[in-house]
C-alpha cells in the first residue's frame, strides 16, 4: 500500500462526518445458514441526530466515489442531508476532506458495501437515492443496484414514495433498470437515453451537477441517460422476462474498462 493511501486512511480516521463501522459489527454469524444476515448499526435511525446540524430529509448517493455529486447536491439543494456511500477509503478522503474544511452541515460519508445498507438506515429514513455511473455488472444480474436484489434492501427503509435516480452511461444498465421498473408495475418519473441532448427533465440541477465519470464519458462523445422511478410495490419484486441481456451487452461495447480508471 503506497504513502498516500495510508496518510488518507489515517486522516480519514479525523472526520467527523465519516462513518468507518467495522464490518464485524454488523455481520451475525449466529444463524446457521449461510446467507447474509445483518445486525443494525447503533447509528440506524439516528442519522439526524449525530450526523448532521438539523433534522432534514436524507438523500443517499450508492456508490458515491469521491464525493463530488453529494457535496454538489448538498450546496444546490441544502433542504436535504447528503450522504455518500462507497467502499474505496481513498476515494472517500476527498469528499469528507472537502466536506470538513468547508464545514459542510448536510454532508456526512458513510464507507460499506452497499450490500450491507439495510443495516446503517431505519424505515421511513431515507427519502431518496442517487445511483450515479454504478458498475452495470454486465454479468451478474444480482450484483447490479437497481436488481430485485437491491430493491428488497431499499424498500426497507426509503419513505413510501421513496425515489431512485439512475444517471449512467450504460444503456445496458438503464435498458435493465427500466425493464425491472415496468415488470413489477414501478412508477416512472422520467427516462432519457440522451439527457443533455433532449433537455426535456425540467430539473437543472441533474444537468449541472456532473460526477469525474460523467464529465469523462461527455468528453468522449457518449450519451448519458436517465432514469427517475418510484419504489411503491408492497409484494415481491421479480426480475425482468422481456429484457435482452445479450443484445444490450453487445450495444454496451468495450469502453465499460475505462471504469477501472
Known sequence: MGHDKLRKFAENETFACL?????SAILDKSSADR???LKDHPIKGRWNERMFAEEQPIVLELGCGKGEYTIDLSSRIPGCNY???DI???RLWKGAKFATTHNLPNVAFLRTRIEFIEAYFAPGEVSGIWLTFSDPQLKSENSRLTSPVFLERYRKFLKPGGVIHLKTDSRFLYEYSKAVAEENGLRILAATTDLYGERNIDNPALYEVQTFYEKMFLSQGYKITYLEFVIDKDGEYVHPSSFDSDYWRSVEGPRRFSHQI
Open 83 to 85: 450522504i455518500g456511500v
Open 88 to 90: 474505496k477509503g481513498a
Open 19 to 23: 462513518l468507518q463501522p467495522d464490518p
Open 35 to 37: 446467507g447474509l444476515h
